[in-house]
């Protein structure tokens, strides 16, 4: 493969082996634990292509896993919602600064976690509207659209709705993939994959699948409440990250 030698290896292996299990364990986060390592010792392109092709492959594999906690009337707010807005996310791409975003996006998540970490319960909106899941949905796809965090804010949300773990991940995950999958249609697809980076995804694929397993398997421990605490302190890594 080129240039890449076994510690890069090393590298790309390990980082995938750790994102993928954390993704099993909390539903997502494959991309921002993946990218900083992975950025390393991948060129922006590969990173980006190999992100997206995993990421879907987890979170594929995990909705299937949690199909039936799916509620299509409950998905289709959100469907929709994302569906108008990643488009809009993707166009603000021409005038809004990524540093900017990413900056402004990791001080609320840092703030969001530390608050639900902090607080002994967080506020439920159980009875919320339809047409307010539709406007998480818009926003969710915006932010996707603009920075690829997809997911993020819809996360945030099913907590926030007070649903059990599985149908907080049966919103999320699908919500997830199909923006991922919005995202990549709008901007033409994930582009020129090379002979490397499809070498790399067969190379990678074993310790992906490794990790999705063990995280799955720790995520059937869980509780609500541990669910509830997990997902906070990857927010706020997650936003940590965007910081820095």
Not at 69 to 77: E, T, V, Y
Not at 124 to 138: E, H, L, M, P, Q
Not at 197 to 205: D, E, K, Q
């Amino acid at each position: 493969m080129g240039d890449f030698n076994s510690l890069n290896l090393l590298v790309f292996v390990a980082a995938g082996f750790a994102a993928s299990m954390i993704t099993g364990l909390a539903g997502f986060a494959f991309g921002i634990i993946a990218a900083g390592p992975w950025l390393h010792v991948l060129t922006p392109p590969q990173t980006a292509s190999l992100i997206v092709a995993y990421g879907l492959l987890i979170q594929g594999h995990s909705v299937w896993k949690l199909r039936a906690a799916l509620k299509f009337d409950r998905l289709l707010p959100f469907l929709v919602g994302s569906a108008i807005g990643v488009p809009l996310g993707i166009a603000t791409l021409n005038w809004v600064a990524a540093a900017h975003l990413r900056m402004s996006v990791g001080i609320v998540l840092v703030i969001y976690s530390l608050y639900g970490l902090c607080a002994p319960t967080l506020p439920k909106y159980g009875n919320a509207s339809r047409a307010i899941d539709t406007t998480i949905g818009v926003f969710g796809g915006i932010l996707g659209g603009a920075s690829g965090l997809a997911g993020i804010i819809v996360t945030i949300w099913s907590g926030l709705r007070g649903w059990p773990k599985d149908e907080q991940r049966a919103v999320f995950q699908p919500v997830s993939v199909a923006t991922f999958a919005m995202i990549a249609l709008w901007l033409g697809g994930a582009g020129f994959i090379s002979r490397e980076t499809t070498l790399l995804f067969a190379v990678g694929l074993p310790a992906i699948l490794v990790g999705m397993w063990v995280g799955l398997k720790l995520y059937g421990k869980l509780d609500d409440a541990g669910f509830r605490k997990v997902v906070l302190a990857l927010l706020m890594i997650s936003g940590t990250t965007l910081v820095l």
